[in-house]
């Protein structure tokens, strides 16, 4: 969804400089000594502008796809919660007020973003292969790793509940989201779980999934820091700390990678396991 997004991007500074004021000045200064010579007067354009419409909008072509498209890009480096119609409207180059005349406000935007992100989930999905453990293991992780991807998007979703899933589409197409949790809670039923079951085991993926992203791209795990920890632990006398000296080599080089794949294989473990009880 966001491939071709840097072909959006304002001009440089340079490219500015060459279409910038000065250039409209010396273009203007030409204007006047023509005009000078030849005694002939400006014509005055009689061409309306929109009623409503801001008079930027003629300068800036806009829409709410480029909005959208441009604060999703933004959401992977900046916490969603703290992406504001302000900051978007200046990594545009326009107003606020622009930004203002396509959403509604500041829930628009954030509910936008997160429908932009589960579409781009749904873009990726896996194809089915007919067993129910590879596909769901497949979901899981290609949900983990857009969620490592867009960790703005991630810092809103561990740390606030509006718009998660079902998010405010009265302007949109469609809602992604909710197409999301479809595809998302089918693989969970394809095990054969009741709707009980299927509704909390599904969540508790997803919370899953969302919380260790956020690890990873915060760099909690021990492997982000382990020349320091080894220092520590290996000091550690092995009579005082017995269990803290006897984890002191794997603990430190316990990563990212390893810690989704063990987490995600402990939930498919205890998934099967759960199939054959009552």
């Given amino acids: 969804f966001t491939k071709g997004f840097e072909s959006n991007t304002m001009p440089t500074a340079k490219n500015k400089s060459t279409t910038g004021t000065g250039a409209m000045v010396k273009s203007g200064a030409k204007s006047k000594a023509k005009t000078k010579s030849t005694k002939v007067s400006p014509q005055k354009s009689t061409?309306?502008?929109g009623r409503g419409r801001p008079a930027a909008q003629e300068r800036n072509p806009l829409d709410r796809n480029i909005i959208f498209r441009c604060a999703t890009h933004m959401a992977k480096t900046i916490p969603l919660q703290d992406l504001s119609i302000v900051k978007v409207a200046k990594e545009l180059g326009v107003t606020p007020a622009l930004i203002h005349y396509y959403?509604?406000?500041?829930?628009?935007?954030?509910s936008g973003v997160m429908n932009a992100f589960y579409r781009e989930v749904l873009s990726q999905?896996?194809?089915?292969?007919?067993?129910?453990?590879t596909d769901l293991e497949a979901a899981c992780r290609r949900l983990y790793d857009l969620h490592?991807?867009?960790?703005g998007v991630t810092a809103y979703v561990v740390g606030?509940?509006?718009?998660?899933?079902?998010?405010?589409?009265?302007?949109?197409?469609?809602?992604?989201?909710?197409?999301?949790?479809?595809?998302?809670?089918?693989?969970v039923r394809a095990i054969g779980f009741d709707a009980e079951r299927t509704s909390s085991y599904s969540h508790l993926l997803m919370q899953f999934i969302a919380?260790?992203?956020?690890?990873?791209?915060?760099?909690?795990?021990?492997?982000?820091?382990?020349?320091?920890?080894a220092k520590v632990l290996g000091a550690l006398d092995a009579n005082t700390y017995p269990n803290a000296h006897f984890i002191r080599e794997s603990y430190v080089r316990f990563d990212a990678g390893f810690a989704f794949e063990q987490a995600l294989t402990l939930f498919m473990d205890a998934l099967e396991y759960a199939t054959r009880r009552p």
């Fill in 125 to 133: 999905w896996p194809k089915p292969s007919g067993s129910w453990r």
């Fill in 160 to 187: 606030y509940s509006r718009f998660h899933v079902l998010k405010d589409t009265r302007n949109a197409d469609q809602d992604y989201g909710l197409l999301m949790l479809e595809h998302f809670v089918g693989a």
């Fill in 103 to 110: 959403l509604d406000g500041r829930d628009e935007l954030t």
């Fill in 148 to 151: 490592v991807t867009f960790a």
């Fill in 211 to 229: 919380a260790t992203a956020h690890t990873t791209v915060r760099s909690n795990w021990p492997g982000e820091h382990d020349i320091f920890l």
């Fill in 47 to 49: 061409a309306l502008r």
